[in-house]
Nanobody, 112 residues
Framework: QVHLVESGGGLVQPGGSLRLSCAVS?????????VAWYRQAPGKQRELVATISSGGSTNYVDSVKGRFTISRDNAKNTFYLQMNSLKPEDTAVYYC?????RGQGTQVTVSS
């Protein structure tokens, strides 16, 4: 059974940084698959934030380009989302995704 466990969310002031982690267990094919981060703000649709392929190619939604970085560590079956220069509009529940599986979500709140 595949499980995704997220960590790293919290409350941060505008301009601050957070690093989200997503540990994937129960899969021997982690390195062969792309992974992604989504977010959903209250009253809004879920949004794809960033993806990274098995080969390391990355893509970002325009609103986070230059501020967020997605990365992965295949040796640890873990991937990350480094979020810098955070803005109040980044406030959302962030979910990691691997194949058809999704993490439980972690709250990110950007507020002074």
């Amino acid at each position: 059974q595949v499980h995704l466990v997220e960590s790293g969310g919290g409350l941060v002031q505008p301009g601050g940084s957070l690093r989200l982690s997503c540990a994937v267990s129960g899969s021997i094919f982690f390195s062969k698959n792309g992974v992604a981060w989504y977010r959903q703000a209250p009253g809004k649709q879920r949004e794809l934030v960033a993806t990274i392929s098995s080969g390391g190619s990355t893509n970002y939604v325009d609103s986070v380009k230059g501020r967020f970085t997605i990365s992965r560590d295949n040796a640890k079956n873990t991937f990350y989302l480094q979020m810098n220069s955070l803005k109040p509009e980044d406030t959302a529940v962030y979910y990691c995704a691997y194949v058809t599986y999704r993490g439980q979500g972690t709250q990110v709140t950007v507020s002074s």
